[in-house]
């Protein structure tokens, strides 16, 4: 976690997560006050962080995809996919983006008080959602490109693991 002082307040909640992205070196930019949006190079995959504030509900909303495109002809088991994948979740959820098909994390994260201890939490929870997605990468890419069965895919990802290779 990056070391941002205690007491530090903010008006917008997306300035100080902007902070804390830059001093995780990754590359950050700013459509509007209300949209900041980051590339996370993963194990696998280059990912994309969108993530948006609303300020009228105090929510900020995470989104994180990566560059695994579903094709139409392969969204059944990818959503067979999806449901067995988001029983195992604790937080957030995966699903397909209706505009290009795309496998994406979300979450969102209510902010009662604007105080960097919520935005340490939402720090959390985007290095919760990179973990998921690192995690089941190679479900989705069992099922679309090498023809595996969801749950075999699924199965596959879960399994605890000793030691390294």
């Known amino acids: ?4 002082s205690n007491n530090y307040n903010f008006n917008n909640p997306l300035d100080a997560l902007e902070n804390i992205i830059y001093s995780k070196q990754w590359p950050c ?3 509007n006050d209300y949209e900041l949006i980051s590339e996370i190079k993963g ?25 695994i495109r579903v094709p139409e002809t392969l969204k059944e088991p990818i959503y067979e996919l999806l449901a ?14 209706s505009r290009n098909g795309i496998p994406a994390y979300r979450n969102t994260y209510l ?3 604007k105080n960097i201890e919520n935005i340490k ?9 990179i973990n998921d997605f690192e995690k089941f990468y190679p479900s989705f890419q069992m099922v679309l490109w ?15 693991t ?4």
């Open 29 to 31: 930019s700013r459509a």
């Open 43 to 67: 194990r696998q995959c280059l990912f994309r962080l969108y993530v948006v504030w609303s300020e009228s509900i105090n929510a900020i909303s995470l989104t994180i995809t990566s560059d």
């Open 121 to 129: 939490i939402i720090e959390d929870l985007i290095d919760i959602g």
């Open 111 to 113: 902010i009662k008080e």
């Open 146 to 160: 090498e023809n595996f069965n969801p749950s075999s895919a699924a199965a596959t990802c879960l399994m605890e």
């Open 1 to 4: 976690m990056t070391e941002l």
């Open 84 to 97: 067995l994948i988001n029983e195992n979740l604790w937080m957030g959820h995966f699903d397909i983006t």
């Open 162 to 165: 000793l030691g390294q290779a």
